[in-house]
């Protein structure tokens, strides 16, 4: 237990577990699934990705891993039910560096290639209040994230309003409201 300590202390990422289901099948619509999860105990059949890499950096790597190229590759590679380490460790992967590019389709927003996909992958994997301190750890804590998970939560409000003209559906009028408040809090209006 002393070794599991000491080394999960080594790892950067303290508000959450990257990892993936190792039982799968090539006939699997999907071979590889891939998936932060809040630190707490895991089984055998989700090892632990374990990396240096910053929080935003581990997320961009979640995308790698769930890409459909890679699962592609993987898919070829797996014989039995079992998607084994030494699989995951000899498919090819973007090395971290790569993120630090500009974004080729943000033209003119100066986002690098990391804050382009962590942003919607955080969008994509804090879907509870539990992942809410990933989302801290990514400096996304101005709170629109949680905005958007409490308007995630409510049905109805996601459809076009036709009473709220120029605005297409309820939620989004609330997050222009929130940023709009969230700009005056900031600049102290």
């Given at each position: 237990?002393?070794?599991?300590?000491?080394?999960?202390?080594?790892?950067?990422?303290?508000?959450?577990?990257?990892?993936?289901?190792?039982?799968?099948?090539?006939?699997?619509?999907?071979?590889?699934?891939?998936?932060?999860?809040?630190?707490?105990?895991?089984?055998?059949?989700?090892?632990?990705?374990?990396?240096?890499?910053?929080?935003?950096?581990?997320?961009?790597?979640?995308?790698?891993?769930?890409?459909?190229?890679?699962?592609?590759?993987?898919?070829?590679?797996?014989?039995?039910?079992?998607?084994?380490?030494?699989?995951?460790?000899?498919?090819?992967?973007?090395?971290?560096?790569?993120?630090?590019?500009?974004?080729?389709?943000?033209?003119?927003?100066?986002?690098?290639?990391?804050?382009?996909?962590?942003?919607?992958?955080?969008?994509?994997?804090?879907?509870?209040?539990?992942?809410?301190?990933?989302?801290?750890?990514?400096?996304?804590?101005?709170?629109?994230?949680?905005?958007?998970?409490?308007?995630?939560?409510?049905?109805?409000?996601h459809d076009d309003n036709?009473?709220?003209?120029?605005?297409?559906?309820t939620a989004k009028f609330?997050?222009?409201?929130?940023?709009?408040?969230?700009?005056?809090?900031?600049?102290?209006?």
């Amino acid at each position: 237990m002393k070794d599991v300590t000491v080394e999960l202390q080594t790892h950067t990422a303290t508000t959450h577990f990257l990892v993936y289901n190792d039982v799968t099948s090539p006939t699997n619509q999907r071979t590889m699934i891939a998936a932060c999860l809040p630190r707490a105990g895991v089984v055998n059949s989700a090892p632990i990705v374990m990396t240096d890499c910053t929080v935003r950096k581990q997320l961009c790597l979640l995308a790698n891993l769930n890409s459909f190229i890679w699962d592609d590759v993987v898919r070829q590679k797996v014989g039995n039910l079992h998607l084994n380490f030494f699989i995951v460790e000899q498919v090819p992967t973007l090395l971290p560096d790569r993120y630090d590019e500009p974004c080729p389709w943000s033209k003119g927003q100066g986002k690098t290639l990391e804050a382009w996909i962590a942003e919607r992958v955080l969008k994509l994997t804090c879907t509870a209040e539990d992942m809410l301190p990933l989302a801290d750890a990514c400096g996304f804590a101005d709170g629109s994230l949680k905005a958007e998970y409490v308007l995630s939560t409510f049905k109805g409000i996601h459809d076009d309003n036709p009473l709220l003209s120029g605005h297409p559906s309820t939620a989004k009028f609330i997050m222009e409201l929130y940023d709009r408040y969230a700009k005056q809090m900031a600049s102290g209006e």
